[in-house]
């Protein structure tokens, strides 16, 4: 926790560098990456157990509003360790602690406030913390799921061109399913 708060303040101290961001001339971005799904956290109340963590695709469209709000259409995709139906009592109960391989297929629509917007942090800052929240639905075990993502994240400007993008996430299931973590 330290380190993490440690990085924070770091790269808070970074903000004084210019950069152009996605803003009102440049108002659409695309991304691609890798995200990591975590079921045993929520399930567990253990987080960050890297042995159930497994690397889905990524994809997402941003489109710039106001300094302020971004929205984003995210589509993550892949191989996840998921936790493994009761075959006694069906989906969704599962086996403690038992989890398997299952592809999962995600998607989610999210507004982003974002914190460099010219009233907390300059609008041209190399590092931009933002929070987020949507609606969305993912399919796993060949069934189709509500969810509500929340988080944070951060975008990195190190070139006029690109940014990096870190963000954690909490997915709410909205119908008798499973909640998750996205990093």
């Given at each position: 926790?330290?380190?993490?708060?440690?990085?924070?303040?770091?790269?808070?101290?970074?903000?004084?560098?210019?950069?152009k961001?996605?803003?009102?001339?440049?108002?659409?971005?695309?991304?691609?990456?890798?995200?990591?799904?975590?079921?045993?956290?929520?399930m567990?109340?253990?987080?960050?157990?890297f042995?159930q963590?497994?690397?889905?695709?990524?994809?997402?469209?941003?489109?710039?509003?106001?300094?302020?709000?971004?929205?984003?259409?995210?589509?993550?995709?892949g191989?996840?360790?998921?936790?493994?139906?009761?075959?006694?009592?069906?989906?969704?109960?599962?086996?403690?602690?038992?989890?398997e391989?299952?592809?999962m297929?995600?998607?989610?629509?999210?507004?982003?406030?974002?914190?460099?917007?010219?009233?907390?942090?300059?609008?041209e800052?190399?590092?931009?913390?933002?929070?987020?929240?949507?609606?969305?639905?993912?399919y796993l075990?060949?069934?189709?799921?509500?969810?509500?993502?929340?988080?944070?994240?951060?975008?990195?400007?190190?070139t006029k061109?690109?940014?990096l993008n870190?963000?954690?996430?909490?997915?709410?299931?909205?119908?008798?399913?499973?909640?998750?973590?996205?990093?």
């Amino acid at each position: 926790m330290k380190r993490l708060l440690t990085l924070l303040i770091l790269l808070t101290a970074i903000l004084s560098t210019d950069l152009k961001a996605q803003n009102r001339d440049h108002r659409w971005a695309i991304g691609a990456g890798v995200s990591v799904v975590d079921f045993s956290g929520p399930m567990t109340k253990e987080f960050f157990e890297f042995d159930q963590f497994k690397g889905i695709g990524r994809v997402y469209f941003s489109r710039y509003l106001n300094s302020s709000l971004n929205t984003k259409l995210d589509y993550n995709f892949g191989k996840v360790w998921a936790p493994v139906v009761d075959p006694v009592n069906g989906y969704p109960n599962t086996l403690e602690g038992i989890y398997e391989a299952q592809f999962m297929h995600a998607a989610s629509l999210t507004l982003e406030y974002k914190f460099d917007n010219g009233y907390i942090f300059r609008e041209e800052a190399v590092v931009g913390p933002y929070i987020f929240a949507g609606i969305g639905g993912n399919y796993l075990y060949d069934d189709f799921n509500s969810i509500v993502p929340v988080g944070f994240g951060l975008n990195i400007r190190p070139t006029k061109w690109m940014t990096l993008n870190m963000q954690f996430g909490y997915n709410f299931n909205i119908d008798n399913s499973y909640k998750y973590t996205q990093h």
